[in-house]
């Protein structure tokens, strides 16, 4: 069975489907950013029900919706570049010849990969320095809300080399 995103045109035309595992991958991503949007919705409906029916709070229920928003935002981000979803100023790349736009947007998506990457190394450096530390409301060291960082981060590294490869090895653009 085929992935009914694949046959969606993005931006720039069809993307490289990149095999079952990696359509797997995306699958998991977002059921994963589906679960922390739940999370998110329960957490706030909770604090309403609690705050103005029952007259208290939960005070995780502040805290929480704001770290699994960070989950949120970078699994989408992924899930973005893997469709060719972010902005882009292609107005050059556009009026080029057809090889030499491939390359050119093939050099720029593997810049971005290897930024991409330095941040896999920083967010994984911020987490062995004050990932151990409790968030203030719940017993949940910060690292299990800052490992998305890394995870995210290098699954983008991950569809932008992928992308620029496919580019490299059919001579334009996607």
Not at 113 to 141: D, N
Request: charged share 15%.
């Amino acid at each position: 069975m085929t992935d009914p995103r694949e046959s969606l045109p993005t931006a720039a035309g069809p993307r490289p489907s990149g095999g079952r595992l990696l359509r797997a991958l995306d699958r998991l991503v977002g059921a994963v950013a589906g679960l922390c949007v739940a999370a998110t919705a329960v957490a706030v409906c909770l604090n309403v029900f609690y705050r103005y029916v029952l007259a208290s709070g939960l005070v995780w229920a502040d805290e929480l919706p704001g770290f699994l928003l960070v989950w949120i935002a970078f699994l989408g981000a992924y899930l973005a570049a893997r469709d060719d979803g972010h902005i882009a100023f292609d107005l050059l790349v556009a009026k080029l010849p057809r090889p030499l736009s491939g390359l050119l947007s093939a050099l720029v998506e593997l810049s971005v990969a290897g930024f991409a990457l330095l941040m896999v190394w920083l967010s994984l450096a911020m987490i062995r320095r004050v990932g151990w530390r409790e968030i203030e409301t719940l017993p949940l060291p910060q690292g299990l809300f800052m490992a998305v960082l890394p995870v995210a981060f290098a699954l983008i590294a991950l569809a932008l080399a992928l992308r620029a490869g496919f580019r490299l090895r059919h001579g334009g653009r996607v």
